[in-house]
């Protein structure tokens, strides 16, 4: 089934093997979704700066992260973010 604009295409999951545990399986689906260059080079920027394996591995981090805070922030949680100077800020989530 394929989607046109910013809607993802799920495809059919697909299975494969894990280097670190060769008796592991787990399933992926693929997404394709379109994204602005700015976006595009934020992401290639990110991947550089983290030394991340891939593109995706970006996406896998960020969607982790932001997850985790979510969550947090469901729990009552504030996220501040402190600086060197020992001022602080709420971080927004969005």
Not at 26 to 52: C, M, T, W, Y
């Amino acid at each position: 089934m394929e989607q046109r604009g910013n809607v993802a295409d799920l495809s059919a999951p697909v299975i494969i093997g894990n280097p670190m545990n060769p008796s592991a399986k787990q399933v992926k689906f693929r997404l394709n979704f379109d994204i602005s260059p700015e976006a595009k080079e934020q992401i290639e920027g990110l991947k550089d700066r983290i030394h991340a394996d891939s593109l995706s591995d970006v996406v896998r981090r960020a969607l982790a992260v932001y997850d985790f805070l979510w969550t947090q922030r469901e729990g009552g949680a504030t996220t501040v973010l402190r600086f060197t100077d020992g001022s602080e800020t709420l971080l927004p989530l969005f």
